[in-house]
C-alpha cells in the first residue's frame, strides 16, 4: 500500500470476485473506516486487529453482490454503520437473490444502509475525513472517496481501464463524464486504489488509458 500522509491505508483481496477491500485509518485516534468489504469478513476484522485500528464506519462505493457480502459479519463484530448512496438501493436489494442463485449461497442478509453519501459529502470518523465524489455510470449510485492523495474509485476507473457498463443501471456516456470531468482532474500524483486489481495514477490514466484517451480525443473533436 502507498504511503499517505496522515493516513494509514491497508488493502486485502476477498471473495470469489477477486474484490478490493480497504481499510482507512488515522495513526493517531486508530479510528477506522472499511471501503468495500465485499466477502470474508473474518480476513477484514483480522487485517484490522493487525492494524491496531477500530473499525468505526463502512462506506461502500456501489452496491454489487461482489462489493457488499461482508458487510453483515463486520457489522456483528463493530456495529459500525454502513453508508451507501441512495441512487443504489436498487441495486443492493437485488444483491441477496443474485447471491443466491450465482454463489449457492442461502440465507444472505444485505444490511440497509444506516444513512447515504452524495456528491460533496465528508465521511467521517475521528481524524479521518473522507470526500464523497459521485461517479455514476458502473451503477447510478457509485461513488469514489478521496482524502490526502488517494482515490478509492470502486468499479468506475481501473488501470488501463473503466468498469462495465452494460449491467443494469450502467452507462457507458455517464461513466465517462465521470471519469474526464472528476476524476482526471484531481492532482496527477493522486494514486488510484480501484475495485479490482492493481493500484495506478491520475497521471498514467490521463495520458495510458485508452479509453480516456478516446473520450478526449472525441471531445477535443467537437471543440
Known amino acids: 500500500m502507498p504511503e499517505i500522509n496522515e493516513v494509514e491505508i491497508r488493502g486485502i483481496v476477498v471473495g470469489l470476485f477477486q474484490e478490493n477491500c480497504y481499510i482507512v485509518a488515522s495513526p493517531k485516534t486508530k479510528e477506522a473506516i472499511v471501503i468495500d468489504p465485499g466477502d470474508e469478513p473474518e480476513r477484514v476484522l483480522e487485517l484490522a486487529k493487525d492494524m491496531g485500528v477500530n473499525i468505526k464506519l463502512i462506506v461502500n462505493s456501489h ?3 461482489d462489493h457488499i457480502l461482508g458487510i453483515q459479519g463486520i457489522q456483528e463484530q463493530t456495529k459500525a454503520p454502513f453508508l451507501l448512496h441512495a441512487e443504489d438501493i436498487p441495486v443492493l436489494e437485488g444483491s441477496s437473490q443474485r447471491a443466491s442463485e450465482w454463489l449457492q449461497r442461502r440465507g444472505v442478509v444485505v444490511p440497509s444502509p444506516s444513512g447515504y453519501v452524495a456528491e460533496g459529502d465528508t465521511v467521517s470518523v475521528e481524524g479521518l475525513d473522507l470526500k464523497v465524489i459521485h461517479t455514476p455510470g458502473h451503477t447510478p449510485g457509485s461513488v469514489s472517496y478521496y482524502v490526502n492523495g ?6 468506475t476507473l481501473f488501470q488501463g481501464s473503466i468498469g462495465r457498463t452494460d449491467m443494469p443501471g450502467g452507462s457507458y456516456p455517464q461513466i465517462m463524464s465521470s471519469i474526464i470531468n472528476k476524476l482526471i482532474t484531481l492532482p496527477d500524483d493522486t494514486i488510484v486504489l480501484p475495485g479490482h486489481q ?4 491520475i497521471r498514467d490514466e490521463k495520458h495510458m488509458n485508452p479509453f480516456v484517451l478516446e473520450e478526449l480525443a472525441r ?5
Not at 488517494?150 to 468499479?155: I, P, Q, Y
Not at 492493481?198 to 495514477?201: C, D, F, K, Y
Not at 471531445?219 to 471543440?223: D, H, V, Y
Open 198 to 201: 492493481l493500484e495506478t495514477t
Open 63 to 65: 452496491a454489487h453482490m
Open 219 to 223: 471531445l477535443r473533436g467537437r471543440s
Open 150 to 155: 488517494a482515490l478509492f474509485s470502486g468499479d
